[in-house]
């Protein structure tokens, strides 16, 4: 980052950004300003272009006083404390994970007040305290808040499940739902943590048959929210862990009938876009499925889940729970061409980035046990395309990285073009090293692809597309998957998408909008490009304006053939007094006939040349900048010297003004 000033080679580096930046900070804290205030301004400064060492030194010059701000998070109200939470959250994302222990004592700070007003929440209903919770999760995108919020919050989520199952059958059902909600935005570690302290507390000995109402109502609340169906996972895991297999077996019955009724609801449409011969084709068939294909989309992570812990479900490995979970993935390059799967998709890339494990990983995995021929004809009876499996099931996972790296086109040209670039390159980064399986590559390769992508996505150019889709076939043929599966050739839609980005067509929202004197939102050579690009349209457009006006006064007078032949005879004359021309006159203009002249006089000194007005002729605009002239004009200022007149030099009196002018004071 380096900012300019106007006609000086002074220059302000990233550290003296960072630093200036932080100073203004303190101010607002010794004024007084609320912590909310003070933590706004904050995520403010960390949006835009800014680069790594600006934010690394931000964030160290920060420390102590975010320190002393936490102090303060007690007194602030629920709605301002939840504001700070979400600004935390998100600058802590912003920085990166290398400058996280800056906001780690803000972050504790903020949960442990959270789930002190949580434990006190006057709401007198299950329902009521539930929404409370939900709330005070989805509030801050961080999994690491969310995870300190649950930990210590699990003496009220144990007194949430004790008074659960003390409802009525209709309203436990509600409830149950509400938690499944609430699970959706936790991550691995606090999924697990509140699913121990529900069976804390729903499981208490005292309470009779409550394993039996839990498990009765598990299935129809989760498909009403089928996102929670991780946290239903947990709750089979952890009681399998404590020796209830029984209840665990349960549950594991419970979530197997779930999986078969979402994936016999599509039917024969998940075939059917499997074997689609075009994109239109292909179009057609993914919008008629994503009518149906919902639940299942949202059931994905949970049965990837159950692979992954495929030796301790219910039933072993080669159960019917793992074999209907398996199913269930092997229609994930169906799934993944609807907009529903995009966005499951886009939302477990951006949860990965910020160190979620994700579901994607059992792909490569599960490709052995797709090939097996009980599970292809079992796939050939549910309407798959068995073919996709065979052979190691390359096809299948070409498929599934062609939709994959398609819903990270989408989010990472939305950062660029907002002027998140940081953000973008770590997506960007984030995604092709975790998944090089996908595209054949190992993890040193995925690296290398990654470098290649992100210098084509900060100069984007549609001629280049060529010359790196050649350069990752080189990478690839050097940088084998252990899996043996994938081709590169499931890029070339990213690589298309980042190479045609216009620069012009970023949006600019209500979300982009920055205080005045921040950094620019792009970078120095787009900001230069995009300039010359208007500037060349607008002088195209300007010489063919001109050009029109000339050819209309050019067939003017040949449309009358009596004024032409009138013009031939007549000789030229002077131009007249009515119509006088802006323009100096003419080179061919006759000067012999031209009337007489006064008596000669001794030639005087040229005058200097008129004015040009911009409201008269917008002309002499052409070929300038602006920021040109007025640092070249600031420099001659800085250069002239003031005139230092002789002592015998005598002042010329001042004339005074001609009758008629007004005399004007000051």
Excluded at 54 to 68: H, T
Excluded at 137 to 161: F, N, Q, T, W
Excluded at 300 to 328: D, H, I, Q, S
Aim: proline content about 7%.
């Amino acid at each position: 980052m380096r900012t300019r000033l106007l006609g000086e080679d002074t220059e302000i580096n990233a550290v003296d950004q960072a630093r200036r930046e932080a100073r203004l900070l303190g101010q607002m804290e010794h004024q007084g300003e609320a912590p909310t205030r003070i933590v706004s301004q904050l995520n403010e400064q960390l949006s835009g272009a800014q680069g790594p060492e600006f934010k690394r030194m931000l964030a160290r010059e920060l420390k102590p006083q975010l320190d002393r701000l936490a102090e303060q998070v007690e007194q602030a109200t629920t709605e301002n404390r939840r504001k700070i939470a979400a600004f935390i959250s998100r600058s802590a994302h912003m920085a990166g994970s290398e400058n996280a222990a800056t906001f780690e004592k803000m972050l504790a700070e903020t949960a442990s007040a959270e789930a002190r007003h949580l434990a006190a929440f006057p709401g007198a209903g299950v329902v009521d305290r539930v929404s409370e919770l939900q709330a005070a999760l989805r509030c801050a995108a961080s999994p690491a808040y969310r995870a300190m919020l649950v930990d210590k919050s699990r003496g009220h989520i144990e007194r949430l499940a004790r008074d659960t199952m003390r409802l009525p059958t209709n309203q436990f059902h509600d409830v149950l739902v509400l938690f499944l909600s609430t699970s959706e935005a936790l991550g691995r570690v606090g999924c697990n943590t509140m699913s121990k302290a529900f069976l804390a507390g729903a499981l208490d000995p005292g309470s009779a048959d409550a394993a039996g109402k839990l498990v009765k109502a598990l299935g129809p609340a989760l498909l009403e929210a089928p996102g929670g169906g991780n946290w239903a996972v947990r709750l089979m895991l952890n009681q399998a862990e404590s020796g209830k297999h029984d209840v665990a077996a349960a549950l594991g019955q419970c979530l197997q009938d779930i999986i078969r009724q979402s994936r016999e609801r599509c039917g024969p449409m998940l075939g059917a876009v499997q074997t689609a011969v075009d994109k239109g084709e292909l179009l057609e068939r993914s919008q008629k499925l994503d009518g149906h294909v919902s639940t299942l989309a949202e059931l994905l992570p949970m049965c990837a889940l159950l692979l992954a812990a495929r030796n301790v479900v219910p039933g072993g490995g080669n159960g019917p729970l793992v074999t209907e979970a398996l199913v269930a993935v092997a229609s994930l390059d169906a799934v993944g061409a609807t907009d529903s799967g995009q966005r499951l998709l886009r939302q477990t890339l951006i949860a990965e980035e910020q160190g979620e494990p994700s579901f994607l990983g059992i792909v490569p995995v599960a490709m052995r046990p797709l090939g097996h021929p009980r599970i292809l004809q079992l796939l050939s009876e549910c309407g798959l395309a068995a073919p996709h499996y065979r052979n190691g099931g390359s096809l299948f996972v070409q498929r599934v990285a062609r939709q994959v790296f398609r819903a990270l086109s989408g989010v990472v040209l939305a950062r660029s073009q907002k002027g998140e670039s940081e953000e973008a390159h770590r997506l960007l980064g984030s995604a092709l090293c975790q998944h090089a399986a996908l595209y054949g590559m190992n993890q040193e390769g995925g690296q290398l692809a990654a470098e290649l992508l992100e210098r084509l996505r900060a100069n984007p150019d549609p001629e280049q597309a060529p010359r790196v889709m050649a350069e990752l076939d080189g990478v690839a043929r050097t940088h084998l998957s252990p899996y043996r599966t994938g081709h590169v050739e499931s890029l070339r839609a990213l690589v298309m998408a980042l190479a045609e980005r216009d620069p012009l067509a970023a949006p600019r929202s209500a979300g982009t909008r920055r205080r005045v004197g921040a950094a620019p939102v792009m970078k120095a050579m787009e900001m230069e490009r995009t300039f010359i690009v208007q500037a060349k349209k607008l002088q195209a457009e300007r010489e063919a304006t001109r050009a029109e006006q000339k050819a209309a006064a050019k067939a003017s007078p040949a449309k009358d053939p009596q004024a032409k032949a009138s013009a031939a005879k007549v000789p030229a004359k002077a131009p007249s007094a009515k119509a006088p021309s802006a323009k100096a006159p003419s080179a061919k203009a006759p000067f012999a006939k031209a009337p007489e002249m006064a008596p000669e006089v001794p030639p005087a000194e040229p005058p200097p040349p008129a004015e040009k007005k911009p409201v008269d002729d917008e002309r002499w605009r052409e070929g300038t900048n602006a920021r040109h002239l007025e640092r070249t004009h600031v420099f001659q200022m800085m250069q002239r010297k003031p005139r230092h007149q002789d002592p015998g030099e005598e002042t010329a009196p001042i004339e005074p003004p001609a009758p008629g002018i007004p005399r004007l004071r000051g």
